[in-house]
């Protein structure tokens, strides 16, 4: 298995931008976490999806941030319009138990 | 108060040594307690996990549960330069799914 996979890895973008960030959770897995880690916070659950039914996105920051799992393959996370203070890594995670972190995408916001 | 407190460090030992990593939480409904190790620049992976009161050993580690303390601690026994990374300290309900992570303590093995 390829474990979790998410695209880009990187991106650098300009504030006002839509910005989209992808996961294709582990197969077989019903559960998918989208987590931003930062030095000041650390890392935090923005929102979890259980057999892509959205079940608590109590960690999204604001209504800029958007999350969707259209099927069992494949997660989004969209901000929208981006802001400098958005720059982080953002992990996708899926589980089984325990949880399976993808490489996550670091996200520079100019 | 954060839900789970770690001391950030750098906590430095000498190759060889033992190293202890603490962990604090604020939810006595925590039922489930993890240790990810994660490399700069690299993702999370899971090192350990301990469902009980007592310790739970699995090679070089060893992570200690006590419940009425909500105190969680992972020992790197024979440290090497390999252990050094960041270790996070993580904590999930009873029937929950979400893990509650530290900021984590950052471990520095020295030659």
């Known amino acids: 298995d390829a474990g979790v996979i998410q695209s880009p890895r990187h991106e650098v973008t300009e504030m006002g931008q839509e910005v989209t960030l992808r996961c294709k959770p582990i197969?077989?897995?019903?559960?998918l976490f989208w987590y931003r880690q930062t030095m000041m916070r650390g890392l935090e659950l923005l929102i979890y999806?259980?057999?892509?039914?959205?079940?608590?996105d109590s960690g999204m920051p604001e209504d800029r941030f958007s999350a969707k799992m259209p099927n069992a393959s494949f997660s989004t996370l969209k901000i929208q319009p981006s802001e400098p203070r958005d720059s982080a890594v953002y992990f996708c995670a899926s589980r089984g138990d325990p949880q399976y972190f993808g490489p996550g995408t670091r996200l520079t916001v100019l | 108060q954060k839900e789970v407190e770690q001391n950030s460090g750098p906590l430095s030992v000498p190759e060889g040594a033992i190293a202890s990593l603490n962990c604090t939480y604020s939810d006595r409904g925590s039922q489930s307690f993890f240790w990810y190790r994660q490399y700069s620049g690299k993702s999370p992976e899971l090192i350990m996990s301990?469902?009980?009161?007592g310790d739970k050993e699995d090679g070089r580690f060893t992570a200690q549960l006590n419940k009425a303390s909500q105190y969680v601690s992972l020992l790197i026994r024979d440290s090497q330069p390999s252990d050094s990374a960041t270790y996070l300290c993580a904590v999930r309900r009873g029937g929950g799914n979400k893990l509650t992570f530290g900021t984590g303590t950052q471990l520095k093995v020295e030659l």
């Open positions: 301990i469902y009980s009161n």
């Open positions: 999806f259980n057999n892509n039914v959205p079940i608590d």
């Open positions: 197969s077989g897995h019903d559960y």
